[in-house]
């Protein structure tokens, strides 16, 4: 599996930004992480592919972001709203077979896209 992620940029406070990630091959699940430097990566939301349960978030994203997906087209969104300067990071796609109830560890994604940079000014 491959993920080729993008969307990233600088914008402000209160502002959205979409991220997209396209993957080669058919993960049963797409997700996004995140990550600040010196810092580990953070969960932020995952999804199953084939449906059939709740889309999973942070607490420090509940209710800001939305991920969503389109299975013709192997891809996976991150909708971000209202964006805070504490959600400047890197985030990266990441993906995995099938769905596990210990989604929020990044250890449990075999599969990495590249990251790309959201940066948020104040």
């Known amino acids: 599996v491959q993920l080729q992620a993008s969307g990233g940029g600088l914008v402000q406070a209160g502002d959205s930004l979409r991220l997209s990630c396209v993957a080669s091959?058919?993960?049963?699940?797409l997700g996004w992480f995140r990550q600040t430097p010196g810092k580990e990566h953070e969960f932020v939301a995952a999804?199953?592919?084939?449906?059939?349960?709740?889309?999973r978030y942070a607490d420090s994203v509940k209710g800001r972001f939305t991920i969503s997906k389109d299975n013709a087209k192997s891809t996976v969104y991150l909708q971000m709203g209202s964006l805070k300067p504490e959600d400047t990071a890197v985030y990266y796609c990441?993906?995995?077979?099938?769905?596990?109830?210990?989604?929020?560890?990044?250890?449990?994604?075999?599969?990495w896209g590249q990251g790309t940079q959201v940066t948020v000014s104040s």
């Open positions: 999804i199953n592919m084939g449906g059939g349960r709740t889309p």
């Open positions: 091959g058919r993960p049963g699940v």
């Open positions: 990441v993906a995995r077979a099938y769905w596990t109830v210990q989604y929020y560890d990044s250890n449990e994604y075999a599969y």
